[in-house]
């Protein structure tokens, strides 16, 4: 089974700021997907980034980019220059690769950074 | 417009009070799930389906139901709710037997029992 963590329950930044996020995983699986989730007060669970584990070059999407270290476990999102609608929940999430094998997985989630945007 | 859609969006019932909270995705997914989301514990899987008349447990099946009798519909049985079923429930589907790619999420239902 695979368990995602992430150590900060809560986060503060004034905007405009760069903001990292940390998630760390723990799987025997070689084969897998790692995701950030952004989920706002209107509760909707939106994809920020995708990265797949075999792929050595770290997934970006304007502002928002990630630091994927495979052989650590860590999943870090940097979020840079930081918005007032970036305030949210985050959460980072695991999914094996189809090929892996095995009964069939969902997602399984960290329990969630909140990130505060201050003005 | 490609979406999952989830009813109701809030609903207040009490304790042994049969209900069921109906999913519905328009994109021909196999794969359905659905989680709920509970304050320092983040999403946990209650059940999912691979495809029709295709379901199994996930982390937390206990006290719920589901079935997947069309493609498009995957509802979400509370025989007999109590108390420490309130949460927020989110479905979700994506292709490819739930691998490959992200998942597309409902809007989320916020059940209350009393």
């Known amino acids: 089974a695979q368990t995602v963590t992430q150590s900060q329950p809560e986060m503060s930044v004034q905007e405009a700021e760069t903001v990292t996020l940390s998630c760390t995983y723990d799987?025997?699986?070689?084969?897998?997907?790692l995701f950030w989730y952004k989920q706002p007060p209107s509760r909707q669970m939106i994809l920020v980034i995708r990265?797949?584990?075999?792929?050595?070059q770290n997934a970006t999407e304007n502002r928002f980019s990630v630091n994927f270290q495979k052989a650590a476990k860590s999943f870090s999102l940097k979020i840079s220059d930081s918005q007032l609608g970036d305030t949210a929940m985050y959460f980072c999430?695991?999914?094996?690769?189809?090929?892996?094998?095995?009964?069939?997985?969902?997602?399984?989630f960290g329990k969630g950074t909140h990130l505060i945007i201050q003005p | 417009e490609a979406q999952v859609t989830q009813n109701p969006r809030y609903l207040i019932t009490v304790t042994g009070k049969k209900l069921t909270v109906t999913c519905s995705q328009n994109?021909?997914?196999?794969?359905m799930s659905w989680y709920r989301q509970d304050p320092g514990l983040g999403l946990r899987q209650i059940y999912y389906?691979?495809?029709?008349?295709?379901?199994d447990k996930g982390d937390v099946p206990e006290g719920y139901k589901v079935s997947r009798k069309e493609k498009r519909n995957f509802p979400l049985i509370l025989e007999s709710p109590s108390p420490n079923q309130t949460s927020l429930y989110f479905c979700?589907?994506?292709?490819?037997?739930?691998?490959?790619?992200?998942?597309?999420f409902g809007q989320g239902t916020r059940l209350t029992v009393v």
């Open positions: 799987t025997s699986e070689n084969n897998y997907y």
């Open positions: 979700a589907s994506s292709p490819s037997g739930g691998r490959n790619t992200e998942a597309f």
């Open positions: 999430a695991f999914m094996k690769h189809a090929y892996s094998g095995g009964g069939a997985d969902g997602l399984t």
């Open positions: 389906s691979m495809n029709v008349e295709v379901t």
């Open positions: 994109m021909n997914h196999e794969y």
């Open positions: 990265q797949e584990a075999y792929k050595q």
